[in-house]
């Protein structure tokens, strides 16, 4: 039993310590969910706050219980437990609140939370600077909130980034909302009028949507490679200026269809197509539209017929990889743009296994507890997602080959569904988050108590996958009553006794869900990969009586981008970039600081190395006059040995060979101007050169700049600024070795 002087401790000692933890950081009452990490979580916060160190909390972030007030997370951050409900910084019937400086690029500020920041029937907020990714809903929601204003915020991988809710009189501007698997920016229920200016929303579902929303005003933002750029029901009422549509999959602004016979097309097919091209404010856009193939053909041809119907069409020359690039320029400086891909000649097919999995996807599909992911890499145990109606899968990682027709996909699930009729198995070519399915494209399943084998095949799908990233575009989908899909049953007990049976082996292993999808590709040449979905592929050819003179042509979605392209069985260095040259059969480009289309042109010249690879970077590369070459080569191991052929050279006239300025060898072209040989003086980084034997290069001093002789050709002499020209022949009795002696005159 405690005495009177220890309870009259007790009592002082908690009064202190509720007097500190006031006057310290401002906290008026605790309102925790739960019991958290840390003891700002859950609390009222009614003074300025700074944080000086990340917290962590089991149920809702910092409560706002006061107006005015400021609350910096000084670069910190706010970490939830993913609890439904929670808020990560909650301001509620509070007015002139400030948010500041949460996060920083190297982490995710306010994250998995159901909403990063949660504001309802407040005015006057600004929230800026945040970084507010990873939440399951949205990253910063306004119900009701308007006179607000919302800058320099980073709102990814979320559900939706920014939601505005019947809240207008509000600014948007800088903000980025990227990776949000339903939409970037969504203003619903009559938010209006607002101000969105200078935002960028990049790979979401819709990037920009509109719902029951007029009198707001676009300017100056960026909306690129979502799958559908931009969703406005009330589009004549609002006003876009000055934005940039750039190669989103779909989209009211611009619409495709091949009128040829779709499909992979041969060398001088005609490719023909319309195409409807609007204004954002849902009207025609006339005379609006330009168009160029990659590679260029002379033979394109389009015109408008006035009302915004742009028909045309050109016949391919090369084979490989092609694209129609259409750009859209409106009266309003409005700017779309989109590539559309064709397959010309000879294609290989390629089948490529994606595992159903449990985990939650992560390049812009939508993202839930029913929104999962498939991948390459095989499951090591049992992973279950479930949900009252329908659950979704879409692959999360790229395949092979990328640029390709998706024939089509033949799946095998362990599924469960209650369900008598109206269950089915589909899929979807654009993945949203809903149980529909594209047409021709589902299959009816039974009802099955128990998790049961069921194999569906999809075929003659012909997608087409214009950009890399349009690979995470396509969703498998169940629908029907307490759907479920496993990776494989935990045990004999979850499975129907026949499918267990069949898939269920001596070693213990079962047969995981999986779906193998079936695509064509170009083989002239083939681009087995490219690492940075940011870089585009716009074609890829050769001529078709000259296999391995590739011409690749490339373009960056925006700004300036960086990323290796990837050839399979190709041998040859590129003109202008840095070249990786593998033993193994592949050619690596560094696309380096591509800014606008461009064009890479292979060189005429294989190496083979024994093992390992060879960097080659080529300095000079000559197809006429003096046929002059010079290249480095700088090999990963010493003892590689390559062989070399050289093309687009002289016929029958000898050349020789220099690495590091001693003579290799000399070697007489063919009938194809080609010469061969072998390298096998030990690799570090050598400089090779290649010129005929009686080229003389060249020869500098003090009154002499560039000198050669080759054949009958005229040489230049400059001695004392005055100029000499003889013809070369003249001269080959002062020729010694590689040198002209010269006498002034």
Known sequence: MKTRRGKFLAKCLLLLFLLLIIIGIGISSFDRKAKADDPLCGSTITENLTLDHDIACTGHGLVVGAN???????????????????????????????????????????????????????????????????????????????SSTLTGNTTNSNAIGIYLNDSGSSTLTRNTANLNGT????????????????????????????????????TRNTI???????????????????????????????????????????????????????????????????????PSESSLSYSDNGSGVVTGSFVPTRTGTYSLDIKVTD????????NYSFLVGTTSTQTTTYYYRGLMPTHGQPHRTDSKSLLLAIPASTEEWT?????????????????????????????????????????????????????????????????TWVNKKFTNLNWTMDYSW????????????????????????????????????????????????????????????????????????????????????????????????VLRDYERPFLGYATTISSDGTTTIAANNIAGETTINSAKMDITPSEGTIDVIIDAWNTSGTYYRKWTETGSTSGIIAEHTIGDLKNDVDYKVKVDGTMLGSYRSNSSGQIAFTYSGGYSTKTFEVQPADLVLPVTGPDIETVYAVDLWPIILLSLDKYISIWAKEWQQILTGDRILVLPP
């Open 224 to 294: 690129l490679m979502n799958r559908d750029g931009f969703n406005d029901d009330q589009a004549a009422s609002n006003t876009y200026q000055n934005n940039q549509f750039l190669h989103n999959t779909t989209g009211a602004l611009l619409s495709f269809v091949e009128t040829s016979t779709p499909g992979i097309k041969k060398v001088n097919d005609t490719i023909s197509f319309t195409i409807t091209v609007k204004k954002p404010s849902g009207v025609a856009c006339i005379n609006c539209t330009t168009i160029a193939t990659a």
């Open 470 to 565: 349009n690979w995470y575009r396509p969703s498998l989908k169940l629908n029907g009553s307490n759907v479920y899909w496993t990776t494989f049953p935990a045990a004999e007990a979850d499975a129907d006794p026949v499918s267990w049976a069949a898939h269920h082996h001596p070693d213990g292993t079962t047969d995981p869900s999986y779906a193998d999808l079936t695509y064509q590709y170009t083989t002239t040449p083939t681009i087995k990969s490219i690492a940075n979905t940011d870089i585009l592929v716009l074609s890829a050819t050769e001529p078709s009586d000259d296999e391995d003179n590739a011409t690749i042509v490339v373009d960056a979605v925006s700004g300036t981008k960086s990323g290796d392209i």
């Open 183 to 218: 939409v970037g920016i969504w203003l619903l229920l009559s938010s209006t009028p607002n101000t969105l200016e200078d935002n960028t929303v990049n790979s979401n579902g819709i990037g920009i949507k509109f719902s029951s929303s007029t009198s707001n005003t676009l």
């Open 387 to 451: 949900c009252q109606n329908w659950i979704q899968n879409s692959p999360d990682v790229l395949p092979d080959y990328p640029l390709a027709y998706l024939s089509s996909i033949d799946s095998y699930t362990w599924y469960k569904q209650s369900a008598e009729a109206d269950a089915y198995i589909g899929a979807q070519r654009y993945v949203i988050y809903s149980w529909t399915v594209d047409d021709n494209a589902s299959s009816p399943v039974d009802a099955a108590a128990k998790y």
């Open 68 to 146: 005015g007030i400021t609350i910096d997370g000084g670069n910190h951050t706010i970490t939830g437990d993913g609890g439904s409900g929670d808020y990560g910084i909650n301001i509620n019937s509070h007015n002139n609140i400030t948010i500041q400086n949460f996060g920083t690029t190297t982490n995710s500020g306010i994250s998995n939370f159901n909403t990063g920041i949660y504001i309802d029937n407040s005015t006057g907020s600004v929230i800026q600077n945040n970084i507010v990714n990873s939440n399951y809903l949205t990253g910063i929601s306004l119900y009701s909130s308007g």
């Open 331 to 338: 009266s309003d400086g409005n700017f779309v743009k989109r």
